[in-house]
């Protein structure tokens, strides 16, 4: 009777701290994720900005530059480089790690690299490097989670699902989203729906939503008017799109895994590659920023602007460079928002084609489809993207039209591939 008692105890104990650190845990990842968020829009800002020191402007072909996007691209690499040497960083842990401690049995995360983690992609962010800042909150929201569960005074609480606690408060704080935010710990994190998890999952990605809200850092950048769209006319363009951002997944997520065996057999002393990126990125940020940062300006572009076909294709491969390099050069940072980027304007590529994009109503359409299309491939995550449509955007429509796409690209995608850029990354 006494051992009955104390198991009843023990349970509700542990149900009642899980709660408590997934709603903690959000606050905190919140927190966090709002710092990040205004630190990449505040740099990105300066890097548009005119510069009121005229050493720092020069002309060409009747048009003015300045040398900021260069100079802070150094500074961060500079930065980082210092970390790796002092700190002694061998790699920068990720996604990948936190999917990898949540299915072990201990549910270990190392709290320093993932957080040394942390600290190189805020100062690449702040560099204008082109990464990210979904992954490294990610795998903020796991480590601290993590962290939370091994200190002696909470009770004994199941890894997995505090980690998909921390995972979803990133999410739902970062986006706004946190419907997406909680199907993407269940898909991505955990790999399975938990009953168990639910409660805990869900009130980590509410209270960080409700904290993100509060502060009034919460913004929806892929609002905007909808357009009329008749279905019937939009499939042909969905089927090409699904097709073509398949191939643009395919290209982007071999660049990354080439750039870091490519990084790996340059003998350069790991502290200095960074510079590598850091002067691409500066030099490319001077006459393209569009190409640099997070790239919420150039998706909206891609959404609701007409581009030409070249300018696209060259914006694309450019992007495609420059987070790779990024990536495996140790200018750390994710590779979610790079995602989004690149399949936008693959949308908008598709748009350029005879007799695929005649009406104008369907190049948000386009655009907003092959964003969730290659975004849904490289991260493994189909029915997250679906409703991070539904929530960034406020459309039913949009999100029922991506279906189409997406499911073609995923299927491509995880035939030839595997099942995301993160399930590669664990088994090489």
């Given amino acids: 009777m006494i051992k009955v008692k104390d198991q009843l105890f023990n349970l509700i104990t542990s149900n009642v701290a ?32 005119d510069v009121p020191y005229d050493f720092l402007n020069f002309v060409l072909f009747d048009q003015q530059y300045n040398f900021v996007p260069l100079i802070i691209g150094i500074l961060a690499a500079i930065l980082i480089g210092l970390l790796i040497k002092y700190q002694k960083i061998d790699r920068f842990h990720g996604p990948a790690d936190t999917i990898y401690a949540a299915h072990q049995i201990d549910g270990q995360l190392d709290v320093r690299k993932g957080f040394l983690s942390t600290l190189t992609s805020l100062i690449s962010i702040g560099g204008g490097a082109s990464v990210g800042i979904y992954g490294p909150l990610v795998h903020f929201g796991g ?50 729906f938990s009953k168990k998890g639910v409660a805990a999952i ?15 850092m919460v913004t929806y950048p892929l609002r905007f008017e909808e357009n009329n769209f008749e279905l019937i006319n939009s ?15 395919l290209f982007f997520m071999k660049s990354l895994l080439y750039s870091a065996v490519f990084s790996s057999k340059i003998n ?75 399949g936008a304007a693959t949308g908008a590529l598709i748009y350029n084609v005879p007799f ?24 493994g995550a189909p029915i997250t993207a679906i409703i991070l449509v539904l929530e960034l955007t406020g459309s039913y429509n949009y999100a029922i039209v991506a279906m189409l796409p997406i499911g073609i690209c995923n299927l491509i995608t995880y035939l030839s591939f595997g099942a995301s850029y993160f399930d590669v990354q664990l088994k090489n």
């Fill in 18 to 49: 899980l709660v408590f650190v997934a709603i903690f845990t959000g606050l905190i990842v919140s927190c966090v994720a709002q710092i990040f968020m205004y630190s990449g829009k505040k740099v990105f800002e300066l890097l548009r900005s």
């Fill in 356 to 379: 695929l994009g005649d009406d104008l109503n369907l190049l948000s359409i386009f655009a907003v489809s092959g964003m969730a299309a290659v975004s849904s491939s490289v991260i």
């Fill in 202 to 216: 869900a009130l980590s990605s509410v209270s960080a939503n409700f904290l993100a809200v509060e502060l009034g």
């Fill in 143 to 192: 480590t601290f989670a993590a962290f939370m569960r091994r200190q002696k005074f909470i009770p004994k609480i199941p890894h997995d699902i505090i980690i998909g606690s921390g995972v979803a408060a990133a999410i739902s704080a970062a986006f706004g989203a946190p419907l997406a935010g909680i199907l993407f710990a269940h898909e991505v994190i955990i790999r399975h």
């Fill in 235 to 249: 499939i042909p363009g969905l089927i090409v799109i699904g097709i073509i951002s398949a191939f643009a997944a």
């Fill in 268 to 342: 350069i002393a790991a502290h200095y590659k960074p510079l590598i990126p850091g002067i691409l990125c500066g030099l490319f940020g001077i006459f393209l920023p569009i190409v640099i940062g997070l790239g919420s300006s150039g998706i909206m572009s891609f959404i609701t602007l007409e581009n030409s076909f070249l300018f696209l294709l060259t914006i694309l491969v450019i992007k495609i460079i420059l987070t790779s390099s990024c990536i495996g050069f140790g200018l750390f940072g994710g590779i979610f928002s790079p995602a989004l980027f690149i």
